[in-house]
DNA sequence: TTTAGCACTCTCGATGCATGAGTGCTAAAA
DNA sequence: TTTTAGCACTCATGCATCGAGAGTGCTAAA
């Protein structure tokens, strides 16, 4: 459909505008590439990208900008032939290493890591709760008559809830049960615990046993969690950036929401391997209508942990986001599986 | 220095210019309040007004602005007479309700519920991590040589964190460490653990015993906390403000940075009884110098557990922002002493 | 097929001007 | 002595105009 002149153009005007934030003209191209063409000639090609839809004039008189097609057109062209720049990603690298040793921020760090290296938003987040695989669950009774559980996943991050026990239950008896819940439900995914838990309560109820009764209450509770883990990284950067400035308040609205965010990576994330990238109106909420989104998933014994990415302006610097949201994902499941 | 009418006047002007955002005039007021005063003498008002640095003026041919000393008069005036609406308190405190009964969301609902009905930022913190008393300490073994740590506090939050054993630690070991510990620290605040431990360890060099040298260890790595919770809710809204657009970045910074926020919030509160205000300049920080931040401690068992408040332009409405936070504040203080 | 040349379009900044809001001052009225 | 009416003055704002500059599309020549 395009001929290879026509292609490097196009990456050309890409490449120019996600540099300038200015309409490119097609003297700035002669100028700039060594194409050995006139400005007539560029001026042709553009007119031709236009009508393809890759690239569309602000107005009349104006330089060409991109449309999400043609920022569609330059992703697929740097996958090909992009290494990335190994001098960059080294002192990315050494700064994710700092994060190595803490568990507990590996996410967190990594978020930041990405968002002060890009100047986007950093994200990170666990996959959604339901398929973390608990590990271990502990109860301590706490205050007159609440209850803290514990929950150790094997995914790393603990998360804790303290729930209303309706009666004082003595240590003894809080032991049996977290022994009886470790027993039953340790190894198994919390969406497996849900199933199951249904089967066991029609099996306590011809049992009734009183003890089993409460775990089984217990653990119910202590699985319904809050809006989950996500970590969000460089707010400040990015709302300074130029290209929004009037939508500020939308945007700022959707970042803030961790639901809309998190369904946002889980959607986009899900199934796919390497990074994937979502520009413009490809993205599926239109609150994201000019912003890109670049994601990949982390592993934790070959199984998809979660995900991680940058959000930026849809002129973002595709090349090095990929390539840090790549090496950042590489790095989480490395650490993960230590 | 100020006659009674003088004062009705700067009154009146502040609260204008705090419903309308634009520099108020003379004829502006004699519309709006009925002093039955011409325009010509109310400016002669905001002249002498003006002299004593009560209001400034954009420009000549503009309207009178209140300064911060102005706000500062105004906000004094209010805690006089003034019982605040009750029928909004009346939702605001109904909308509380919803998170009493989560001990672990309760700051983030409140700071939440504060900036929903305020539109400006809404703040919570537990007190600086020193101060709050130890409950109970847990540990458990995780992965091959980390060991997760779990903090119960009195104050309600629990705290983890997971840190490398160096060593695989058998059940047997930790219960006996824990035991220790619990035996040893529980009941004390962070502070005088930290106190104690440096103690302990000259001690537990003379008896050689490795367990507990092992028990000095982990609880001196587990008390190494993190930034420190702070909840920070509203920022779509806030950001959205009219007032700021130009220094956006700047103040998102701030906000974004924890450290910062916690270092603020506990300069003011601090001490301070009922609900404090910090107008524009009078802050300690220059990132704040046009916002002005109310704040009010919670109490816990007669102690000071942490602050809550909202962040606001200096032209804030004061009289809600007030009453609001210290709705608030005694609401968590109930529900912590319950 | 490429390119030079040219007319055309549109944005942007500067300039000038009228308008209106608001002030300060002065002198008269209360 | 205090209040007020009147008036001259200031300044921001909006609007129209204008020229410069950047960039285009088209045509005709290379």
């Keep these: 459909m395009l001929n290879e002149r026509t292609e490097k153009v196009l990456f050309a005007i890409v490449e120019s505008f996600i540099n300038t934030n200015e309409p490119v003209g097609s003297r700035f191209i002669t100028k700039t590439y060594s194409f050995n063409l006139s400005p007539a000639t560029i001026r042709n090609i553009m007119a031709d990208l236009e009508e393809f839809g890759f690239l569309a004039q602000p107005h009349t008189s104006a330089g060409r900008v991109p449309t999400d097609r043609g920022y569609r057109f330059y992703v697929d062209c740097l996958s090909r032939y992009h290494e990335a720049e190994d001098a960059f990603l080294e002192s990315f690298i050494s700064r994710l290493e700092a994060t190595r040793e803490d568990l507990n921020g590996l996410l967190e760090g990594s978020a930041r890591t990405l968002s002060e290296h890009s100047r986007y938003l950093g994200l990170a987040a666990p996959m959604k709760s339901g398929r973390t695989t608990l590990n271990r669950i502990e109860l301590f009774s706490y205050r007159a008559d609440y209850i803290a559980v514990v929950l150790l996943t094997d995914e790393g991050p603990i998360k804790h809830k303290i729930i209303r026990a309706g009666q004082r239950l003595s240590p003894k008896t809080l032991r049996r ?9 340790s190894g198994y995914t919390v969406d497996e615990i849900r199933l199951k838990l249904i089967k066991e309560m029609s099996r306590e109820k011809a049992l009734c046993d009183i003890l089993i009764t409460k775990a089984v209450e217990i653990c119910r509770e202590a699985l319904t969690f809050p809006p989950g883990e996500i970590y969000v990284c460089g707010f400040s950067d990015f709302i300074g950036l130029p290209d929004f400035s009037s939508r500020i308040r939308e945007i700022a609205g959707a970042i803030e929401d961790k639901h809309f965010m998190l369904k946002l990576l889980e959607q986009v994330g899900a199934e796919v391997e390497g990074p994937s990238v979502l520009i413009g109106s490809e993205n599926p909420a239109k609150e994201m209508k000019d912003l890109s989104l670049v994601v990949s998933t ?8 979660g995900s991680i990415g940058v959000i930026g302006p849809t002129r973002m610097d595709y090349s090095r986001a990929i390539a840090m949201v790549q090496t950042a994902a590489r790095f989480i499941t490395e650490a993960l599986s230590r």
Tied chains: 1, 2.
């Design 177 to 185: 049960i977290s022994d009886y819940l470790n027993q039953e439900f």
């Design 298 to 305: 982390y592993k934790q014994g070959g199984k998809i942990a």
